[in-house]
T-cell receptor
Framework: AQSVTQPDIHITVSEGASLELRCNYS??????LFWYVQSPGQGLQLLLK??????LVQGIKGFEAEFKRSQSSFNLRKPSVHWSDAAEYFC?????????FGTGTRLTIIP | GAVVSQHPSWVICKSGTSVKIECRSL??????MFWYRQFPKKSLMLMAT?????????EQGVEKDKFLINHASLTLSTLTVTSAHPEDSSFYIC????????????FGPGTRLTVT
């Protein structure tokens, strides 16, 4: 069975600073990986996805993620965060016909 | 992009009553829909997978008699919480899969259920 680990429960970043959210996955075959963002009381919005090809994927809102097979990682990055980026971020892997989510990382932005 | 709606967005019901939540794919046909439950400050837990015209597949530990799922058409799935109790209070989120993009799911905005 697949699994996803997001080691950071909560991260605080200053507005304008760079951001990296960590994600490690476990899956026996080629993974299909996703990052979602959730604002309080809202559903999930897809930021980006990796299916195959270029290991650096670009998403919406200036986010990018890099797939590293050797490290079983799919970390999310943004060069300069905005106050509106404050939210909960979930990494997920698709396998066995279903999505498995990590426990999420809460991002707080300080002025 | 593909849009999934849920109705209602929030509901309060009394203990012992049943409540139905609808999930609709607005601009695509969803052969498969998924229902998740999210506890406060927790991740999403998959409850069940429903395929249009067939019985839902429930995850281990999910009571199929309490959480009735129907997927009668390619654009509508419903989750009925029967004989609700306070411990059923949660945030329920559905998602739908576009049959042309097998691995991509589109999520609804969620339904907040409070059982008093």
């Amino acid at each position: 069975a697949q699994s996803v680990t997001q080691p950071d429960i909560h991260i605080t970043v200053s507005e304008g600073a760079s951001l990296e959210l960590r994600c490690n996955y476990s899956y026996g075959a080629t993974p299909y990986l996703f990052w979602y963002v959730q604002s309080p009381g809202q559903g999930l919005q897809l930021l980006l996805k990796y299916f195959s090809g270029d290991t650096l994927v670009q998403g919406i809102k200036g986010f990018e993620a890099e797939f590293k097979r050797s490290q079983s990682s799919f970390n999310l990055r943004k060069p300069s965060v905005h106050w509106s980026d404050a939210a909960e971020y979930f990494c997920a892997v698709f396998g066995n016909e279903k999505l498995t989510f990590g426990t999420g990382t809460r991002l707080t932005i300080i002025p | 992009g593909a849009v999934v709606s849920q109705h209602p967005s929030w509901v309060i019901c009394k203990s012992g009553t049943s409540v139905k939540i609808e999930c609709r794919s607005l601009d695509f046909q969803a052969t498969t829909m998924f229902w998740y439950r999210q506890f406060p400050k927790k991740s999403l837990m998959l409850m069940a997978t429903s395929n249009e015209g067939s019985k839902a597949t429930y995850e281990q530990g999910v009571e199929k008699d309490k959480f009735l799922i129907n997927h009668a058409s390619l654009t509508l799935s419903t989750l009925t919480v029967t004989s609700a109790h306070p411990e059923d209070s949660s945030f329920y989120i559905c998602s739908a899969r576009d049959w042309t993009l097998s691995y991509e799911q589109y999520f609804g905005p969620g339904t907040r259920l409070t059982v008093t």
